[in-house]
């Protein structure tokens, strides 16, 4: 009961974050439950999540999406996918979160300082965020970082931003559960574990969409760098 009582309140702000900003969900839950809860059996148990609170988010935020970057995004992200479920399976899990932590962190304060990439080749870019993020995606579920630290460095304001990450994450997850399914990994425990942790899914998702859609757009992109800061520090703790 206990355990499962810190889960509930874990997965709860963690869905509060998301959908506030349309990200971070598995940025929090994943250092944290590990702490609790073995990486093999959260990952998918996050996929199934993201799936469902990406599809309310999508149609409950407004904004603009960029169907080019999108189609992009996502055709590179399913590309590198399997390699990510690989890594999960072959290396050790420590390695995986170290390396992501210590991406995250230097991005996160080149961007507070103003330092951004200048991309000549747009296509380019999204493809290569895209490959970096499936990978990320099938090893921790963490696929984020690298698109959300795209988004940032291009200066996407507050509800294109939420869109578009909305928009990827759920198509991502939509082909990434499948390969989870025939990699066996999403076993009876991890579905029943899901089950009873959906309420908290529910309750924290509808509460971040309200507070975000209140939410200026200064505070929005500080709130983003403080997060995208925190997650890194958070993933290398838990490694």
């Not at 206990?2 to 509060?16: E, L, R, V």
């Not at 992501?100 to 300082?113: D, K, M, Q, R």
């Amino acid at each position: 009961m206990g355990i499962y009582f810190i889960c509930f309140i874990i997965i709860t702000f963690s869905a509060i974050v998301q959908g506030a900003t349309s990200f971070g969900f598995s940025l929090i839950a994943v250092p944290l439950l590990s702490l609790v809860m073995p990486l093999s059996d959260i990952t998918p148990m996050l996929v199934l999540f993201s799936l469902l609170l990406n599809i309310i988010l999508f149609s409950k935020v407004q904004g603009h999406v960029n169907k080019k970057q999108i189609i992009i995004l996502v055709i590179f992200g399913l590309i590198s996918v399997p390699l990510g479920v690989h890594g999960l399976k072959s290396l050790d899990e420590s390695i995986i979160k170290s390396v992501v932590g210590i991406i995250i962190i230097i991005s996160a304060i080149s961007l507070n300082f103003g330092y951004k990439l200048h991309f000549k080749n747009q296509s380019f870019a999204y493809g290569l965020t895209g490959f970096f993020s499936g990978i990320l995606n099938g090893a921790s579920s963490l696929s984020g970082p690298p698109v959300i630290l795209m988004l940032s460095n291009e200066g996407v304001n507050k509800d294109n931003f939420r869109k578009t990450l909305a928009t990827y994450f759920m198509v991502l997850n939509l082909f990434t559960i499948p390969i989870f399914f025939t990699s066996g990994m999403l076993t009876k425990e991890v579905l029943l574990n899901t089950g009873k942790l959906l309420p908290a899914m529910l309750i924290g998702t509808a509460l971040g969409i309200g507070f975000g859609n209140k939410l200026p757009e200064d505070k929005f992109k500080k709130i983003t760098l403080v997060l995208i800061f925190i997650m890194g520090i958070m993933t290398l703790i838990s490694a």
